[in-house]
């Protein structure tokens, strides 16, 4: 059985590295970021990832059907059994088409829902910081101001559903992610270990 850990947040709120650090010190924790998928697939240069591209430089969210196989298939290869997803869900159609999908697997339990809460003025500062301190070339297409207005507003229209529809079923977790982050790793990394 996997157990499933989605991880939410805003763009800046810091959950892909928590949770890629969790996993890095945990050898029974996998972990996926869903933006990391989607750039190494418009890394490939497939089709798919021109797709892909067109979507993400805009700050928009890429098309149903992607998101799911993406993260249905990084479920399915994962090799343990404790699966750590950030980025998922960021609609209400991602959250209901994900609830459908894991109430017919047998093999899928999902564990947790982790909020990982900044504010929109500390997640635009650390934002618009990245994009100062990046190397040149090193910069993400979507770090620019205008893109972050898009992204925060995207991940703020359905979070207000989405916690709601998840403190129903006895899911979700807040983590305050204002804090250093060898403190928000030590809350996350307690957390995941009391449920697996
Ligand atoms: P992130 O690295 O999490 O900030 O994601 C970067 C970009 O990848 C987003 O702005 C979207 O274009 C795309 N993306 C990531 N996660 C999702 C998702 N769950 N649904 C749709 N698009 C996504």
């Given at each position: 059985m996997k157990k499933l850990f989605l991880i939410i947040g805003a763009p800046g709120s810091g959950?892909?590295?928590d949770a890629s650090i969790i996993a890095e010190n945990n050898?029974?924790?996998?972990?996926y970021s869903t933006g990391d998928m989607l750039r190494e697939e418009v890394a490939s240069g497939s089709d798919l990832g021109k797709e892909i591209e067109s979507y993400i430089t805009k700050g928009a969210l890429v098309p149903l059907k992607i998101i799911v196989d993406t993260i249905v298939s990084a479920i399915n290869n994962a090799p343990v059994d404790n699966v750590l997803i950030d980025g998922y869900p960021r609609s209400e159609e991602q959250m209901t088409a994900f609830d459908a999908?894991?109430?017919k697997e047998d093999n899928?339990?999902?564990?947790s829902v982790i909020e990982v809460r900044v504010t929109e003025a500390c997640a635009r500062e650390r934002i618009l910081g990245?994009?100062?301190e990046a190397?040149?070339?090193?910069?993400?297409a979507d770090d620019s101001e205008e893109v972050f207005n898009d992204r925060m507003g995207i991940y703020t229209g359905p979070l207000a559903a989405i916690q709601r529809f998840y403190t129903d079923k006895e899911?979700?977790?807040?983590?305050?992610g204002e804090r250093t982050l060898?403190?928000?790793v030590a809350e996350m990394q307690t957390f995941v270990s009391g449920k697996i």
């Open positions: 959950k892909t590295t050898a029974n924790i996998v972990h999908l894991v109430s899928i339990e999902l564990t990245r994009r100062a190397a040149p070339g090193e910069e993400r899911l979700l977790t807040i983590i305050n060898e403190e928000v």
